[in-house]
């Protein structure tokens, strides 16, 4: 599976940004997505999470309610909706792919390394 994330860039606090993701590989279909962000000099954290066909998602607590996660397994994509950014939402944002399994606990959902791939990351800034 190869992940392409796009649509970061600079936003002004308040406002809103789509990320998508792009997937290639014939198990899109049946993986849970994921994405993550990572500010300078911090670890990476779990932003949100869908299960294979889209009846499950899950928020990390401090975007719950202004972000949204979405996939189209159709056109092998998912997407973030974030809105009402804050300037602590800057960090680079990763999307990434793991087994159904992942979504079972929370403790595996939000840890990086239960997932298989990952793409590059796209930048987002949100400006004061």
């Known amino acids: 599976v190869q992940l392409q994330a796009s649509g970061g860039g600079l936003v002004q606090t308040g406002g809103s940004s789509r990320l998508s993701c792009a997937a290639s590989g014939p198990t899109f279909g049946s993986s849970s997505m994921a994405w993550f962000r990572q500010a300078p000099g911090q670890e990476r954290e779990f932003v949100a999470a869908?299960?294979?066909?889209?009846?499950?998602?899950y928020y990390a607590d401090s975007v719950k309610g202004r972000f949204t996660i979405s996939r189209d397994n159709d056109k092998n994509m998912v997407f973030l909706q974030m809105n009402s950014l804050k300037p602590e939402d800057t960090a680079v944002y990763f999307c990434a792919s793991g087994k159904v399994s992942v979504l079972l606990s929370t403790r595996a959902r939000q840890s990086p390394r239960s997932y298989d791939y990952w793409g590059q990351g796209t930048l987002v800034t949100v400006s004061s």
């Open positions: 869908i299960s294979w066909g889209g009846g499950n998602t």
